[in-house]
């Protein structure tokens, strides 16, 4: 069964750091270029980043660039977004989703996480 | 960066009744590998976003054919020919063409 799950969301405060990990199973990871899109509460999706298959290359949002940064493992079948200096405005429900992609060009976000929520509140 | 803007966004529709959402790129999504990379997504109550239909056109596995997705360059829609009380949900387009990917502000379908 193709799943992704993430982890490690919660509350913290502003300017303070968390890292969020999604594991991947029932599919080869190594294969796929891997994304983070968040939903703010009540709103619409916003792309956050992605990273290639072999983690050579990544892409940021311009509103998260500078303080978060994507990796992944894998031999874990893990992607990674540490994020630092968080801002009240990246309070969000935080998604990792698998996708395909050709150089700096993405499609198909075939595969989901349940998502985990990020809350940034004194 | 490139903004994508759908419409309608709400959409009342009888069940049983085709529906259409319209998503419009301020640059064209067609790539030199001749594939336009737009994709739309639903998120229903409660779940996470899923797949419909990618580069455009290609319906993703596990979708009804009821849905169908067409256009190039700047202009792209969605068609669900007969809507079923499941496809409630909220609808999205999405560009990725070049980075940064941008997701259209969204179009609430409900039943009448």
């Known amino acids: 069964q193709v799943h992704l799950v993430e982890s490690g969301g919660g509350l913290v405060k502003p300017g303070g750091s968390l890292r969020l990990s999604c594991a991947a199973s029932g599919f080869t990871f190594s294969a796929y270029y891997m994304t983070w899109i968040r939903q703010p509460p009540g709103k619409g999706l916003e792309w956050v980043s992605y990273i290639a298959s072999g983690g050579n290359t990544v892409f940021y949002a311009d509103s998260v660039r500078g303080r978060f940064t994507i990796s992944r493992d894998n031999a874990d079948h893990s992607v990674y977004l540490q994020m630092n200096s968080l801002r009240a405005e990246d309070t969000a429900v935080y998604y990792c989703a698998r996708a395909y992609g050709a150089g700096d060009s993405l499609y198909g976000m075939d595969v989901w996480g349940q998502g985990t929520t990020v809350t940034v509140s004194s | 960066d490139t903004v994508t803007t759908q419409s309608p966004l709400s959409l009342p529709v009888t069940p049983g009744e085709p529906a259409s959402i319209s998503c419009t790129s301020s640059r064209s999504l067609l790539n030199s590998n001749g594939y336009n990379y737009l994709d739309w997504y639903v998120q229903k109550p409660g779940q996470s976003p899923q797949l419909l239909i990618y580069?455009?056109?290609n319906r993703a596995a596990g979708v009804p054919d009821r849905f169908s997705g067409s256009g190039s360059g700047t202009h792209f829609t969605l068609k669900i020919s007969r809507v079923e009380a499941e496809d409630v949900g909220v609808y999205y387009c999405?560009?990725?063409?070049?980075?940064?990917?941008?997701f259209g502000q969204g179009t609430r379908l409900e039943i009448k």
């Open positions: 580069l455009g056109s």
């Open positions: 999405m560009q990725a063409v070049q980075t940064p990917a941008t």
